[in-house]
């Protein structure tokens, strides 16, 4: 039962959103930027959020060479320049609003090892051509770096320019702080099981269910929007990580691409975050479930050991699972669904660069 005063008082808000992870949170943060009259609400379901952004890699990426590539192939080269665009745009905005050392934003360098034997110096080109105007000389081909960085495996290897990496865990820190500064209330605990017109009704594990009243509702839960919204198109995807020890004379430093982005791996201070291998059960990690899968993640530590050669040790720390959001294309989707409902949600696996740029974009909705 609820009391006089929380019911006159503190029920009400301007804008909803709905999930606080890195969207959720950005979103908040643009409209308060524009809005600072308006009253922001977030609700998220867990104390701590429980999706993909405290528990992604932190590649601070725009897409590497083969992904561009085979983005062109499934959707054109002038919406993989835009996604490209977005993604360029979203980290200035995210950098430039929360300053680099906050969210422990480094370049030290962004690549990508693609298989043996097959020429790209046309495709390189291409990709170069279609974002010089704001990444010039974006992709370079140098596999003398290999050696600097200890890579044995065969392959080429190319360079991302402007490509970088977050601190996951200083970045969410310092979008929060953020946000609160900025007067957005999140509530945690509050998980949004209905939206009913300028209704947010929330499950509270004391009180039961609870009705939120909100001008604006945006729904920023990504993987998890289809249970309440199952005409939205897309599809959840497991990703699964893990960390070594501490791993000493390690040479390794930046972002690795590998496969299309299938695997990625970068240093945190001196050791590995190794991780991906979706591609190995596309259906079976096309779940909403945090466990873990044995087999993939076997499969990964033998990857690893391919790259740097089988004297190379490691030993692993911590094993964990995220959850990211895939449809046909990987164009995030970003719309107004009604007079009161927006939408932001299927992020991929780039939402840390993505993410500035649909809290902009939402904002201009709201407006
Ligand atoms: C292993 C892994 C590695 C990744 N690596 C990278 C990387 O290196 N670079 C990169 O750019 N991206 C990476 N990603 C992808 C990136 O993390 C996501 O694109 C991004 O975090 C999406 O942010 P989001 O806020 O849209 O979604 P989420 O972070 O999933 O946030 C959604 C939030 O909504 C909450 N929620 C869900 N349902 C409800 C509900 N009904 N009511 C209230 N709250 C709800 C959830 O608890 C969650 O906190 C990776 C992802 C994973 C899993």
């Not at 990508?112 to 790209?120: D, I, P, R, S, Y």
């Not at 005409?231 to 390690?250: A, D, E, H």
């Not at 690893?304 to 989707?333: H, T, Y």
Request: proline residues 2%; aromatic residues 8%; hydrophobic residues 40%.
């Amino acid at each position: 039962m609820l009391s006089f005063w929380e019911k006159t008082s503190l029920l009400q808000t301007d804008v909803a959103i709905v999930g606080g992870g890195l969207v959720g949170l950005s979103v908040a943060a643009s409209v308060k930027e524009k809005f600072p009259e308006k009253h922001v609400t977030v609700f998220e379901r867990s104390s701590l959020p429980y999706g993909a952004s405290t528990r992604n890699a932190g590649f601070a990426c725009f897409g590497s060479l083969t992904e561009v590539l085979s983005d062109i192939k499934t959707m054109g080269e002038e919406a993989a320049r835009e996604l490209l665009f977005q993604r360029w745009m979203g980290l200035q905005i995210t950098r430039k609003r929360l300053g680099d050392q906050s969210i422990g934003f480094t370049e030290e360098g962004g690549f990508e090892l693609t298989a043996l034997n097959q020429n790209f110096t046309d495709a390189m080109q291409t990709v170069n051509r279609l974002v010089d105007d704001f990444l010039p000389d974006y992709v370079t081909q140098n596999n003398e770096l290999k050696a600097q960085l200890g890579v044995k495996a065969d392959g080429d290897l190319f360079r991302m320019q402007g490509e970088g990496q977050v601190h996951t865990g200083m970045l969410m820190k310092s979008i929060e702080r953020y946000a609160l500064q900025l007067g957005v209330v999140i509530r945690t605990g509050s998980e949004v099981i209905a939206i009913e017109g300028s209704a947010v009704r929330i499950k509270d594990s004391f009180r039961g269910e609870i009705d939120f009243q909100a001008d604006q509702i945006v729904v920023c839960n990504n993987a998890f929007a289809a249970s309440l919204f199952p005409m939205v198109k897309l599809k959840p995807g497991r990703g699964q990580v893990f960390i070594t020890k501490p791993i000493s004379n390690l040479s390794f430093r930046g972002n690795l691409h590998l496969d299309e982005g299938f695997y990625y791996l970068r240093n945190v201070d001196d050791r590995l975050l190794f991780g991906g291998g979706r591609n190995i059960d596309f259906k079976g990690e096309e779940t909403t479930n945090f466990e873990l899968n044995e087999s993939i993640q076997q499969q990964l530590e033998e990857h690893l050991k391919n790259l740097f050669g089988r004297e190379f040790q490691f030993e692993v720390e911590q094993r964990w699972s995220g959850i990211m959001a895939f449809g046909e294309d990987k164009m995030p989707i970003v719309d107004r669904i009604s007079d009161q409902l927006c939408v932001a949600v299927k992020m991929g696996g780039m939402g840390i660069a993505l993410a500035g740029t649909i809290g902009e974009e939402i904002a201009e909705m709201i407006q």
